[in-house]
């Protein structure tokens, strides 16, 4: 995990690659700004690097004015430095190009030879298309480490994905706010290392952009307090449902959800078998046996519930949901209860929050393809829903157009039953009365932070143990 992603300072406002030209735009002060991103990628390979010979490599944009930049301040520092352009500079780029009285190499493969590092400044924010040619060459020729600067070239700034090739780098430096593409993966780990750096930029213009991606974390979103007038009924009532031949799946998320503070949580069952047992393993538990929907209506104060754990994706399943939709009961969504509208998104209006990984977002919505973000975004448009899409870049997205993505959420939650008690989670601050995009935001960080404190190994029964100290680390956190 890089040095970004356990920073918790850091503001949670993603900016586009259009964006961030707009924000540049706004500013007006181009040549300033680049003086303090090339500035501040020289500070960070000086505070990190001993002296070594450097190659820049230069685009014709203002990524490679960066590195004009750059390469000024480490030749000034006494670092042994080349640039080789890969075209005349254009804009702003052209004044940081005149200013560098130093060694200019050809863009080529053979000027890698001295390095022993590389400052990839070829394309950033203004990548317009893939990476190939004489690019590709050179990049794919490097054997030192690299610097990137803003984004490693190749990699999209908006979405993550690699257009062409991209290299690793051991450490980016992006200048004011994040792109979504230092979050969102391949792009997150192809990044390294990254620093964001102020560079001068006034916040002001953030007001007249309004960004609608955040990178999610708490102060995104509140948890809710419990204080001296509450009781169990007024913390949330969460009833989930349970099928006899997955039942250990809707425990999990009952555990998720006690742990999350819901008041009560309720596991019907299909059985009394199942509900006895069910009673043993989770004593706290409340359980409710008799057809569905009937005996779930029956009692008019149950508000939320969480389907899908464990539920076969079928036409008992779809009814149950239809049903409680057409009650007016907010739902969280997951696993069967999804599979069970393939093709039908539609039929789920009125949902709160569903929680679907790759496949089931596929069955539903179709394949989320290379734009994570806008898939989600456009599932949460058409289903009236926040979209939880799983994974471990996963995004938030709600109807209104704000999109969160997560990144603290470490690669040993992939493990059956993880996703279990994230929806029981997200159930149980619903239940408490956040709103669905905060719920849903609170309870994949929450996961993350409670799989880190779990540590490797660790299986889905793990994480309801640990997140009543990610709640406390929250509050240490605001
Ligand atoms: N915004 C801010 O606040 C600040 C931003 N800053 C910096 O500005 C950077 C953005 O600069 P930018 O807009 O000039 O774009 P940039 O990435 O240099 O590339 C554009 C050039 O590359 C070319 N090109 C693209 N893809 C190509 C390909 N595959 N193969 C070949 N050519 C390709 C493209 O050609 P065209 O598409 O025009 O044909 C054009 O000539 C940003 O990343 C950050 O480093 C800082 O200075 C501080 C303040
Ligand atoms: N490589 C990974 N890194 C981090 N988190 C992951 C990774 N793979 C899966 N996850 C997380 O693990 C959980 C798995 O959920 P899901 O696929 O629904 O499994 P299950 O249905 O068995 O509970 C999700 O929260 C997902 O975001
Ligand atoms: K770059």
């Not at 000024?72 to 005149?98: I, K, M």
């Not at 200019?104 to 040619?133: E, K, T, Y």
């Not at 949902?351 to 089931?360: K, R, V, Y």
């Not at 039953?417 to 994949?444: H, K, N, R, S, Y």
Request: hydrophobic residues 45%; charged residues 20%.
């Amino acid at each position: 995990m890089s040095a970004m992603t356990r920073r918790a300072a850091t503001p949670s406002e993603l900016l586009s690659p259009t964006e961030m030209a707009e924000a540049d735009r706004l500013a007006g002060n181009g040549p300033a700004l680049m003086e303090a991103a090339g500035a501040a990628v020289a500070r960070a390979i000086r505070s990190r690097f001993r002296p070594l010979p450097v190659l820049v490599l230069a685009g014709p944009g203002h990524n490679g004015g960066d590195g004009y930049v750059a390469a000024r301040h480490l030749e000034r520092a006494g670092w042994d430095v080349a640039v080789a352009p890969l075209a005349p500079p254009n804009g702003d780029a052209a004044g940081a190009a005149a200013h560098w009285r130093g060694p200019i190499r050809p863009f080529a493969p053979a000027s890698l030879a001295r390095a022993g590092l590389v400052v990839d400044a070829v394309f950033g924010a203004g990548l317009s298309r893939p990476v190939d040619g004489q690019v590709a060459e050179t990049l794919c020729a490097i054997r030192t480490p690299i610097v990137a600067v803003d984004v490693p070239s190749g990699v999209d700034g908006a979405t993550g994905a690699v257009r062409g090739l991209a290299r690793q780098a051991a450490l980016t430096v992006t200048f004011f706010r994040l792109k979504p593409g230092h979050l969102l993966l391949p792009g997150r780990d192809l990044c390294g290392e990254t620093v964001l750096a102020e560079i001068g930029l006034p916040e002001a213009v953030l007001d007249r952009i309004g960004p609608r991606s955040f990178r999610n974390g708490p102060g995104l979103w509140r948890l809710p307090q419990p204080d001296t007038a509450t009781h169990k009924h007024s913390r949330g009532h969460v009833t989930m449902l349970s099928s006899d031949a997955l039942s250990g799946a809707a425990l999990l998320a009952a555990r998720g959800a006690r742990r999350a503070g819901a008041g009560l949580v309720t596991l019907a069952c299909e059985s009394e078998n199942a509900a006895r047992a069910h009673r043993m393993a989770e004593p706290g538990a409340l359980t409710l046996t008799g057809d569905w929907p009937e005996a779930l209506l029956e009692d008019g104060r149950r508000e939320v519930f969480c389907a899908g754990p464990g539920l076969p994706p079928d036409a008992t399943t779809r009814g149950t949901v239809a049903a409680l939709l057409a009650a007016g009961k907010r739902l969280v969504l997951d696993a069967g209860a999804l599979t069970a509208f393939a093709g039908h998104p539609d039929r789920l209006h009125g949902a709160a929050i569903l929680t679907p990984h790759m496949a089931e977002f596929a069955r539903l919505f179709g394949e989320v393809g290379k734009d994570r973000l806008e898939a989600a975004r456009r599932a949460a448009a058409q289903s009236g829903a926040v979209i939880l899409l799983k994974g471990s870049d996963t995004v938030i997205a709600a109807p209104d157009g704000r999109a969160a993505i997560n990144d603290n959420a470490p690669a040993w939650l992939a493990t059956g039953g993880t996703g279990d008690v994230l929806a029981g989670i997200a159930a149980a601050l619903l239940a408490q009365g956040m709103p669905p995009f905060e719920a849903a935001c609170a309870a994949a960080w929450l996961q993350g932070e409670a799989a880190q404190r779990a540590g490797p190994g660790m299986i889905a029964e793990d994480l309801p143990p640990q997140i009543h100290a990610t709640f406390l680390h929250v509050a240490a956190l605001i």
